[in-house]
């Protein structure tokens, strides 16, 4: 693996430690979708990228004490409502254009 690619992942001990949670629970959310994990020579990974994500999932669990079926609904309709509001944007755009021609 590149360094480039090396520099953009955190272990998921570090992770765990800095937050206070168990690994386990990371484990959860690989299991079911929710987040992606690396195994780069017997050390777990996630991406730098995902870490919003999985902060927020961390809040969710730890402090607002949202069991996994909560997070994963709670995911999926945020995921919706971004799909929705993108699809709003687009027709808007559409109907300004028309809204030019005539």
Do not use: W
């Amino acid at each position: 693996m590149e360094s480039k690619q090396i520099d953009d992942l955190i272990a998921v001990n570090e992770f765990c430690v800095s937050h206070n949670i168990e690994i386990s629970f990371l484990n959860l959310l690989q299991q079911n979708g929710l987040i992606e994990i690396s195994a780069i020579e017997s050390t777990y990974f996630v991406e730098k990228a995902q870490l919003p994500k999985l902060e927020k999932f961390v809040r969710l669990y730890y402090d607002l004490d949202i069991n996994l079926e909560g997070i994963e609904t709670i995911t999926y309709l945020l995921q919706r409502i971004e799909r929705l509001q993108m699809e709003i944007i687009n027709l808007q755009n559409r109907l300004r254009f028309y809204d030019t021609q005539g």
